[in-house]
């Protein structure tokens, strides 16, 4: 439970910890893949396996992959 | 003349009573608008069986706590004994022990154990004021009635907040300004072109627009003629059991689908020089969308976020009540100009009320 000072500016209060250095890459890549012009779900994953991160377990990006990994880190 | 003659002279209408003066209208609306919810701290701050929790809003001095089973509690911030702080008592789990004597008070404010005087007067009396509360989305709220309306009023929370097709994340910060500067910068959309110029949201649409003004249920939008999803458009205001401001603002391609990002936006006085916000960040998305924009904001979006609501409370810090004398507002100032005429009403109204019941 955090602490409550004044006066409270803190940037961050969504997340519980630091994004890892690979979530941070992912994200940036989301990103990218959104600012190219990908709208729907078949799109973004044909944009992501065109950038440099790969899924944790290796291969490609699937829906089946994006989506499961998008429900967990976006709880 | 006579007393009989001059009495006999008097217009036969009563002439009504004199009504609060704009100085006492201006002096009031310092510390807030009564007989409104106002969102007070984030849920996650007050623990369940934690530390009692001591802030000032509208001036007012607060304890706030969880009992054991989780529900909030919401007293004044005072010991019935010396009125020291009860928040620097121990929360018992169903009820605060202060720590100077020892007085106990229970979550309606009745005092249940005076340990040093046992059967002292004291006990069984109702002695610390208890606020009514609720809490929205991770935040509490708290009604402050003026001695005419304890009692709480209704509250409907905006659905961008509450409903299951919206997602949401709450910002919340404390300002150095007085709580109304706040309210004027969020009807002042104008200035997003230009205090915001290169922040990730509002790089586009034209430094000069036309405003106007469209009044709805509960308040009113004021909006840019002939310009719509390009960049911070319009703010609504609305009072509806509670103040506060929506708006919405596009976001770039990099966003990804969903639309706009909205801002239901709540600002509640500490006292006269400070506040704080309550921003929450909302979009209408589901499915993978709102994950990925869930992911997104915490990783990416939150801190640029954060960032242009800086150059807000940065260009806003340390400014002291009473600013209005000095100005020279122009047409982009109408929403300002109607906000604040909205709200010396309303504030007119509840001291005219208090008035004719001899409240004040
Ligand atoms: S002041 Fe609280 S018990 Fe005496
Ligand atoms: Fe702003």
Redesign the pocket.
Known sequence: MPDYKYPYLDPHQSRTAEPTAWQQELANAIESVFAKGARELDEVVAGMNKTRVRPLDGGDWTEEKFTTLMRELGA | MSVAAFEARKPTSATPPAGPTDQQVQQYLRTGLRNRWWPVIPSRFVETGGKPLGIMRLAEPLVLWRDSKGTIHVQADR??????P?SR?INEGDRLR??????EVGPDGKVLS?P?QPGCPLEGKKAVKTYPSREINGAIFVWFGDALHEEAGSFEPPPEITAPDYSSFLCYADWEMPWRYAFDNLMDPMHGTFLHANSHTMYQGDTQAHFATRDTEHGFFFEKTGQRDVNFDWSELVDNGALYVRLEIPYPPSGGPGGNFGITGFGTPIDEDRMCVFFWRTRKVSGWQRDTWRFLYKTNLEKRHWHVLEQDREMLDGLKPGLEKFEMLYQHDAGVIRLRRYLAQQARKQLADLQAAGKM
């Open positions: 010991c019935p004994h010396r009125a020291v009860l008592g202060c720590n100077y004597h020892g007085v005076v040093g």
